[in-house]
């Protein structure tokens, strides 16, 4: 994943993430709407001559949301995308 703003690091600069995404999507049993846990990492890394390096753990970004209504208007606008990617996917699976 490219960063919206590149980071530097110890007089290097990290331009890309790398990425864990884990999404629990499940119906709410009281309304039977959806909603969703999500849990993501961003590790900073960096490509350079061709060899990857990653910056150390501490330097990661997480986000973690209990349910949707915890996430912003833009975060619910990005998690609707990969939603809809998702669907998308199923489909194309015929699933």
């Known amino acids: 994943m490219t960063a919206s703003t590149?980071?530097?690091?110890?007089?290097?600069?990290?331009?890309r993430y790398s990425l864990?995404?884990?999404?629990?999507g499940f119906y709410k049993p009281e309304t039977g709407q959806p909603d969703a846990n999500v849990a993501m990492s961003l590790i900073p890394t960096r490509i350079e001559d061709g060899v990857v390096e990653q910056a150390g753990i501490e330097h990661r970004?997480?986000?973690?949301?209990?349910?949707?209504?915890?996430?912003?208007?833009?975060e619910q606008q990005a998690i609707g995308a990969i939603q809809a990617a998702l669907q998308a996917y199923l489909s194309a699976k015929g699933l």
């Open 61 to 74: 970004k997480a986000v973690v949301l209990g349910s949707l209504s915890q996430a912003s208007a833009e």
């Open 20 to 24: 864990q995404l884990a999404i629990t």
């Open 6 to 15: 590149p980071l530097q690091i110890d007089s290097k600069s990290y331009d």
